[in-house]
């Protein structure tokens, strides 16, 4: 596709933060090639000072305005954006579904669909001047929620898991969404800190500036990766972790045991089969190379 007859490009970015991430490593490429792409989408709003060099934009003072609109997959207000109501969805293009990472997709998408000469997976964030990155060096965040409920490990086995990281001398840290502070607030009888921040940029923030981050298969670790702090993913199934696990900044996964022989089975079955054991020796991996 050439972009070059493209006076005005945008991109649309999905509302999931970990989908937005990956697909600003487009908007990074299409930068670092000499375009201009306005950028649509409430993560990139929430974190416009984290991509300085990104223009972001608001749909409502943009319609029709562009030439060419590229969304990763659809979204109900990027063909308000386009002149003509069309968009170039990234998601329905056969490089896009390859079956090797998302990172890696868009990368193939750069260089294969859009042409783009120099390509990068970075997504070109930036910790800004007045956060401190690793300022409490044994701060542990534990992310215990996400998006998908099937992917989210057990509330006791995270509760434990944090026993075991304060016994071995560190500060877990529970971060959820507001909506979600009701339902684990139970946390601060156990004597463990939990946040429930309002804006991305400030989880960021509290990211950025602690030395760990474990959580399930969900945006906040694309962003703690995205930061550079190191991260432990927890995952169902292997297949997942090769599509989905952050792979920006140091990093690992840890998986069930591999005893039950079909996927389906191991979905319903991997919050069980996944012991606190298990986790602890996996992040202490993590900790030594780190």
């Known amino acids: 596709m050439n972009l070059q007859n493209s006076n005005r490009l945008a991109v649309a970015l999905p509302p999931p933060i970990g989908d937005s991430l990956i697909g600003l490593v487009l908007v990074n490429n299409l930068i670092r090639n000499g375009y201009r792409p306005v950028v649509f989408g409430w993560v990139a709003e929430q974190l416009e000072r984290w991509f300085p060099h990104v223009e972001v934009g608001y749909p409502a003072a943009y319609a029709g305005a562009f030439d060419t609109v590229i969304e990763l997959r659809r979204t109900d207000f990027a063909p308000a ?3 003509t109501g069309e968009t170039l969805c990234l998601s329905e293009l056969d490089a896009y579904r390859a079956p ?4 890696d997709r868009i990368t193939a ?6 042409a783009l000469p120099d390509v990068t997976r970075s997504n070109g964030i930036a910790v800004p001047a007045h956060v401190q990155r690793g300022r409490y060096a044994n701060r542990v965040v534990i992310h215990p929620t996400g998006s ?22 560190l500060q877990p840290s529970f971060l959820v969404a507001p909506g979600e502070y009701a339902a684990w607030r139970q946390i601060e009888a ?14 960021a923030a509290w990211i950025a500036e602690s030395a760990w981050f474990i959580g399930n298969d969900s945006g906040l670790g694309h962003l703690a990766s995205a930061i550079g702090v190191p991260t432990l993913t927890l995952f169902m199934r292997r297949g997942l972790a090769r599509t989905w696990r952050p792979t920006w900044g140091p990093g690992d996964i840890v ?6 022989p079909f996927g389906n089975l191991k979905e319903m079955l991997w919050k069980r089969l996944l012991g606190v054991n298990r986790v ?9 190379r780190s």
């Open 100 to 103: 090797n990472h998302m990172v």
């Open 255 to 260: 998986l069930p045991p591999d005893v039950v």
């Open 81 to 83: 954006l386009s002149g």
């Open 109 to 114: 998408v750069a260089a294969s669909v859009l």
């Open 280 to 288: 602890m020796t996996q992040f202490h991996s993590l900790q030594a």
């Open 190 to 203: 156990r004597g463990h800190e939990i946040h429930a921040l309002a804006r991305l940029e400030d989880v």
């Open 148 to 169: 998908h409920p099937e992917k989210m490990w057990s509330p006791n086995k995270f509760l434990a898991l944090a026993d075991r990281l304060r016994e071995a001398g």
